[in-house]
């Protein structure tokens, strides 16, 4: 199957500081990512579709100045959580469907614990 | 919008023994349901998948059924391993629109 990679695995930051996580698809070209959100022992929730080009999309309640964005390549596209606060700790996961394809591809994930 | 049902929460069975797990989903429209297992403190993983074209799809002890006229697919997993155990989504797709994710079974397989 295709490669979703994603970086950092695990990131433990300050309050009030902002973290970027990467997510590329290593073997194929996607011009469009998703990004989701996972709480402990509950299924995906998704956060964005990630456009290569424009702008994101951003599911109802999901804040789109906090958790900014950029798909600037068809094979990168990066979340930034800016100002983190405590109870933006949780699992970020990414994944591409390749063009014209309905399979998607998962990221390995990214811990996030604030402090 | 999609809604994607999925029992049951936990199941646990001895190795050896065959595990299913069921979901419902309810837009008549869906035609792609992906299964997905997800280790501890990893990314989901696609173990097998099934168009509304086809009724049944097998790979090795995989199987996952799919009943369009109830509204009803299933994961069969035979001759379970202790390497089995996870948390298994089932999911459901329809052109021009997103995943829609049941909420997950965590498999135990107790050597």
Not at chain 1, 48 to 75: M, W
Request: proline share 4%.
């Amino acid at each position: 199957g295709a490669v979703v990679s994603q970086h950092p695995s695990r990131v433990i930051c300050k309050s009030g500081t902002s973290v970027k996580i990467e997510c590329r698809s290593l073997d194929f070209q996607a011009t469009t990512m998703f990004w989701y959100r996972q709480f402990p022992k509950k299924s995906l929730m998704l956060m964005a579709t990630s456009n290569e080009g424009s702008k994101a999309t951003y599911e109802q309640g999901v804040e789109k100045d906090k958790f900014l964005i950029n798909h600037a390549s068809l094979t990168l596209s990066t979340l930034t959580v800016t100002s983190a606060h405590p109870e933006d700790s949780s699992f970020y996961i990414c994944s591409a469907r390749p063009a014209a394809n309905e399979k998607l591809f998962f990221g390995s994930g990214t811990q996030l614990s604030v402090l | 919008g999609e809604n994607v049902e999925q029992h049951p929460s936990t199941l646990s069975v001895q190795e050896g023994d065959s595990a299913v797990i069921k979901c419902t989903y309810s837009d008549s429209a869906s035609n792609y349901f992906p299964w997905y297992k997800q280790e501890l403190g990893k990314g989901p993983q696609l173990i097998i998948d099934i168009r509304s074209n086809v009724g049944e799809k097998k790979d090795q002890r995989i199987a996952v059924t799919l009943n369009k006229t109830a509204k009803h697919f299933s994961l069969h997993i035979t001759e379970t391993q202790p390497e089995d155990s996870a948390v298994y989504f089932c999911a459901a797709f329809r052109s021009r629109s997103t995943l829609t994710f049941g909420k997950g079974t965590m498999l135990l397989v107790s050597p």
